[in-house]
């Protein structure tokens, strides 16, 4: 069997949020988001290994977060100034590297179990790279720098993009070492670029992205209704 390594991603400054905290130590339902996906990533059975990323100044905190909920001791590695840095630092700590890497933002704290176990799943032949997404719902407006809506964009087949993002260690490494991935906003991008074949899954609308304090409200009522 392929092993399979989570890179959890929280290394956000949490300043949208309106925090003093980074984002990943802000508490939802009384656990920190960083406590809370590592606990649903445990239960995973596709996932083998967990690589835990922060900023540089927050590894101590982090370990100290984990081992306080009483979870056990993981590999914990400073983040960079952007998401690609800190991909790329979780990604060269990950121990086989003949295996499968799932990288998944720690801001979707509510990530069902099942949805990770899907998504790597379907990392198969032929495909290079697997996410989970959802069809776009709203109407979307292509807006200009004067505030002017240009035309309204045809939404069928725009779907919004998720994580985990799954793919093989070699297919990650080799594209996470192009000059021009600083510039993409996820790493499916860097993948698409060079080529390769890019699936996705239908995700979970309890997957969303915590950015705003509003956010925090929306999963404190989710974490209270399936208590």
């Not at 925090?19 to 009384?30: C, H, N, R, T, W």
């Not at 606990?39 to 927050?58: E, F, K, M, N, Q």
């Not at 086989?96 to 509510?110: C, E, F, M, P």
Request: a positive charge.
């Amino acid at each position: 069997m392929v092993r399979c390594t989570a890179v959890l991603v929280g290394a956000g400054s949490g300043t949208r949020l309106g925090s003093d905290l980074p984002k990943a130590f802000v508490e939802v339902g009384g656990t920190t988001l960083l406590a809370r996906v590592v606990r649903t990533v445990l239960t995973a059975g596709s996932v083998d290994d967990i690589v835990v990323v922060v900023g540089p100044d927050h590894c101590e905190l982090a370990a100290r977060t984990l081992a306080a909920e009483g979870l056990p001791a993981l590999r914990v590695v400073a983040g960079g100034q952007t998401r690609a840095d800190s991909v790329a630092a979780g990604v060269a700590a990950v121990p086989a590297r003949d295996g499968v890497v799932a990288i998944h933002d720690v801001a979707r704290t509510l990530v069902p179990a099942s949805l990770i176990d899907r998504t790597v799943g379907a990392l198969v032949a032929p495909w290079s790279a697997v996410a989970p997404a959802l069809p776009v719902p709203d109407t979307l407006k292509l807006v200009g720098p004067d505030d002017r809506v240009i035309r309204t964009v045809d939404r069928r087949g725009l779907w919004a993009v998720q994580t985990p993002q799954v793919f093989a260690w070699r297919t990650l490494h080799r594209v996470l070492g192009r000059i021009e991935r600083t510039a993409a906003t996820d790493e499916l991008t860097l993948v698409e670029r060079a080529g390769g074949r890019v699936r996705v899954v239908t995700g979970d609308p309890r997957n969303f992205k915590i950015t705003y304090p509003a956010d925090v409200l929306v999963a404190e009522a989710l974490v209270r209704d399936h208590a």
